[in-house]
């Protein structure tokens, strides 16, 4: 038998022994997985993660932040942890077992504690994700997201997390393993991808199956993403319709509920361990692999090649050879795709980057048949219509006194004017009136009344509406979260209304400020409490001695500008 074939150790008990389990469990903690836990969970359980066996342990933790390997020895480049609240935390000690639950609250799993620790965030984040900067999406993650506390200790899975969508194209590493049996595929390469497949992908990874001589698994991760990617529904259907493009029987789709971390090499690296995990003898990596975009000074994390040359230094010891990925253009003489270095001198190369296919979904301009092919571009445009027809949030931010409603209402009005979206206001004072009434205004209250505010606003613009809030928000962090919640639906547009403390206190249309300053107010924003003002909104306006007209016409002349609304 093909040694990438042989059933591969999972963390489940018997069914029986399940259902023991899930009684007994009733009596201990139980800890609610993210997101991110559950698609952890479900590949240590698998055996996606092999060889893990359980979230790691402190020793472990320590061993692959700095080495990149366990303990033992063997390679392993991702601190698989479970971060906790220190409130959860308290309650639990080394030596017990806790339950894990997905957010309905059905048992998966059972962790019995080795270790708890806090870690060393910043080192995590230099050693494994090359810097402490919040501009990478994993490294705002364990900042801002993860909890205090990690937990470790081995698992037994009781069972995997439900799916309701796209069950058939689902695959654990042993299924995928007798897939391959059945079929007779002995080489298998994978492709992975988050973003949809366009010709010039479907050429490339036909090629590299080609000349590897091998099958080819379409491995697309279906869990988490970089933040702001196309949406996996969306994905798979143009996956599929991609899928009809290859000879038939050569090539297969399977979803992996993979949580990304967008750790360029090190990801490259702990993405092939898991394809070997699935069964694959062979891996598909290209330029800028699993990159986080641009840091906090504009420049790339890691080097366009990195990824590469750090799978390739350890393909040997994975087990899984790497397949390099030529970068393919259109060759307008030839009509057909070639890769850029065997491109004849003279002739004229065609490409739509990224970015370019964005601006013209958004501006609903067309996309040529050579560069996407027509169902795909079809799936697109039905979930992605131009921006002027989505939904967007306007998030007014700034002093209370600086103008903030009066614009918000001003704008408001201009938009409803104009029609076409549903325009919804949800003003500091209505929001704490109508669904923030119990709170006051510690960080803890306002943070929380600010991601109700986010989450109101993330639903609206999902379903296609106008969302205008105009609270205080006054911390950087909590706007920074609702923007990307928000902005896996629609625009966030920030506008900072930057008038000073001294003309808002001038003022003090309510008589807020003169109470604060005799202290019969406590924490109020600007006196006794603090204001981190943003750095880079999408307009600033600084209300002194303008008029409120002229406000509102700069917030529509940027809507525009940002394509928001069209004539
Ligand atoms: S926050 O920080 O975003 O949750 O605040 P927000 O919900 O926008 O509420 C601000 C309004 O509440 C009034 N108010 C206070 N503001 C700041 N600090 C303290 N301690 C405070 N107590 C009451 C104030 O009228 C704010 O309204 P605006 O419209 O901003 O002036």
Same mark, same amino acid.
């Given at each position: 038998?093909?040694?990438?074939?042989?059933?591969?150790?999972?963390?489940?008990?018997?069914?029986?022994?399940?259902?023991?389990?899930? #009684?007994?469990? $009733? /009596?201990?903690? *139980?800890?609610?997985? &993210?997101? !991110?836990?559950?698609?952890?969970?479900?590949?240590? @359980?698998?055996?996606?993660?092999?060889?893990?066996?359980?979230? #790691?342990?402190? $020793? /472990?933790?320590? *061993?692959?932040?700095? &080495?990149? !390997?366990?303990?033992?020895?063997?390679?392993?480049? @991702?601190?698989?942890?479970?971060?906790?609240?220190?409130?959860?935390?308290?309650?639990?000690?080394?030596?017990?077992?806790?339950?894990?639950?997905?957010?309905?609250?059905?048992?998966?799993?059972?962790?019995?504690?080795?270790?708890?620790?806090?870690?060393?965030?910043?080192?995590?984040?230099?050693?494994?994700?090359?810097?402490?900067?919040?501009?990478?999406?994993?490294?705002?993650?364990?900042?801002?997201?993860?909890?205090?506390?990690?937990?470790?200790?081995?698992?037994?899975?009781?069972?995997?997390?439900?799916?309701?969508?796209?069950?058939?194209?689902?695959?654990?590493?042993?299924?995928?393993?007798?897939?391959?049996?059945?079929?007779?595929?002995?080489?298998?390469?994978?492709?992975?991808?988050?973003?949809?497949?366009?010709?010039?992908?479907?050429?490339?990874?036909?090629?590299?199956?080609?000349?590897?001589?091998?099958?080819?698994?379409?491995?697309?991760?279906?869990?988490?993403?970089?933040?702001?990617?196309?949406?996996?529904?969306?994905?798979?259907?143009?996956?599929?319709?991609?899928?009809?493009?290859?000879?038939?029987?050569?090539?297969?789709?399977?979803?992996?509920?993979?949580?990304?971390?967008?750790?360029?090499?090190?990801?490259?690296?702990?993405?092939?361990?898991?394809?070997?995990?699935?069964?694959?003898?062979?891996?598909?990596?290209?330029?800028?692999?699993?990159?986080?975009?641009?840091?906090?000074?504009?420049?790339?994390?890691?080097?366009?090649?990195?990824?590469?040359?750090?799978?390739?230094?350890?393909?040997?010891?994975?087990?899984?050879?790497?397949?390099?990925?030529?970068?393919?253009?259109?060759?307008?003489?030839?009509?057909?795709?070639?890769?850029?270095?065997?491109?004849?001198?003279?002739?004229?190369?065609?490409?739509?980057?990224?970015?370019?296919?964005?601006?013209?979904?958004?501006?609903?301009?067309?996309?040529?048949?050579?560069?996407?092919?027509?169902?795909?571009?079809?799936?697109?445009?039905?979930?992605?219509?131009?921006?002027?027809?989505?939904?967007?949030?306007?998030?007014?931010?700034?002093?209370?006194?600086?103008?903030?409603?009066?614009?918000?209402?001003?704008?408001?009005?201009?938009?409803?004017?104009?029609?076409?979206?549903?325009?919804?206001?949800?003003?500091?004072?209505?929001?704490?009136?109508?669904?923030?009434?119990?709170?006051?205004?510690?960080?803890?209250?306002?943070?929380?009344?600010?991601?109700?505010?986010?989450?109101?606003?993330?639903?609206?613009?999902?379903?296609?509406?106008?969302?205008?809030?105009?609270?205080?928000?006054?911390?950087?962090?909590?706007?920074?979260?609702?923007?990307?919640?928000?902005?896996?639906?629609?625009?966030?547009?920030?506008?900072?209304?930057?008038?000073?403390?001294?003309?808002?206190?001038?003022?003090?249309?309510?008589?807020?400020?003169?109470?604060?300053?005799?202290?019969?107010?406590?924490?109020?924003?600007?006196?006794?409490?603090?204001?981190?003002?943003?750095?880079?909104?999408?307009?600033?306006?600084?209300?002194?001695?303008?008029?409120?007209?002229?406000?509102?016409?700069?917030?529509?002349?940027?809507?525009?500008?940002?394509?928001?609304?069209?004539?």
């Amino acid at each position: 038998m093909n040694l990438a074939h042989a059933p591969l150790p999972e963390l489940y008990v018997s069914p029986d022994s399940a259902s023991k389990l899930k #009684l007994e469990a $009733a /009596d201990l903690p *139980s800890w609610d997985l &993210t997101a !991110r836990q559950v698609c952890d969970l479900e590949l240590l @359980m698998n055996g996606g993660f092999n060889p893990l066996r359980g979230f #790691l342990s402190e $020793a /472990d933790y320590d *061993s692959v932040v700095e &080495t990149m !390997r366990l303990t033992d020895g063997s390679l392993w480049p @991702m601190p698989i942890t479970l971060d906790v609240t220190e409130k959860f935390a308290e309650g639990v000690a080394p030596g017990q077992d806790i339950a894990l639950r997905d957010p309905e609250g059905v048992i998966l799993a059972i962790l019995s504690v080795s270790d708890k620790w806090v870690p060393n965030k910043a080192r995590e984040a230099e050693k494994v994700f090359g810097a402490d900067d919040l501009a990478h999406p994993a490294v705002n993650y364990l900042h801002n997201v993860a909890g205090k506390v990690y937990l470790g200790g081995p698992i037994t899975g009781i069972q995997p997390p439900v799916h309701y969508d796209y069950r058939a194209r689902r695959d654990t590493p042993n299924e995928l393993r007798a897939f391959f049996r059945k079929m007779g595929w002995h080489r298998v390469v994978a492709f992975q991808t988050r973003n949809p497949l366009h010709r010039a992908h479907q050429e490339l990874t036909f090629r590299a199956a080609r000349e590897a001589q091998a099958n080819l698994l379409i491995h697309p991760v279906v869990g988490m993403t970089k933040p702001g990617d196309i949406d996996h529904f969306t994905r798979v259907r143009c996956y599929e319709a991609v899928l009809d493009k290859y000879p038939a029987s050569t090539t297969s789709l399977s979803l992996l509920n993979l949580a990304m971390r967008m750790a360029g090499p090190r990801e490259a690296v702990w993405h092939g361990i898991i394809r070997k995990n699935h069964g694959c003898t062979h891996f598909i990596v290209g330029r800028d692999h699993a990159g986080p975009g641009k840091n906090s000074q504009g420049e790339d994390f890691y080097g366009p090649y990195d990824a590469q040359d750090m799978f390739k230094a350890h393909q040997d010891e994975i087990g899984i050879e790497m397949v390099d990925f030529k970068h393919m253009v259109w060759v307008s003489e030839r009509a057909e795709y070639q890769p850029i270095d065997e491109v004849q001198e003279g002739h004229t190369v065609l490409n739509i980057s990224g970015t370019e296919l964005r601006r013209r979904l958004q501006e609903g301009l067309e996309i040529p048949e050579w560069f996407s092919f027509p169902e795909v571009v079809a799936e697109l445009r039905r979930t992605k219509p131009a921006r002027s027809k989505q939904g967007f949030t306007l998030f007014f931010t700034g002093l209370s006194g600086s103008g903030k409603s009066t614009i918000a209402n001003a704008v408001m009005v201009k938009l409803m004017e104009m029609g076409g979206r549903p325009v919804t206001l949800l003003d500091g004072d209505i929001v704490r009136k109508n669904l923030s009434s119990e709170l006051g205004f510690s960080k803890e209250h306002r943070d929380l009344n600010i991601r109700r505010i986010g989450y109101v606003a993330s639903e609206i613009t999902k379903n296609g509406g106008i969302a205008i809030c105009a609270p205080i928000a006054p911390y950087t962090a909590t706007r920074r979260a609702v923007r990307e919640e928000i902005e896996a639906f629609g625009a966030f547009v920030e506008i900072h209304v930057a008038t000073s403390l001294e003309e808002c206190e001038k003022r003090d249309r309510k008589g807020l400020y003169k109470l604060a300053r005799e202290g019969k107010i406590k924490e109020f924003t600007g006196i006794s409490d603090p204001y981190e003002a943003p750095e880079n909104p999408e307009l600033r306006l600084d209300t002194a001695g303008l008029e409120v007209d002229y406000c509102a016409q700069q917030v529509i002349l940027k809507l525009e500008s940002l394509g928001l609304i069209a004539a």
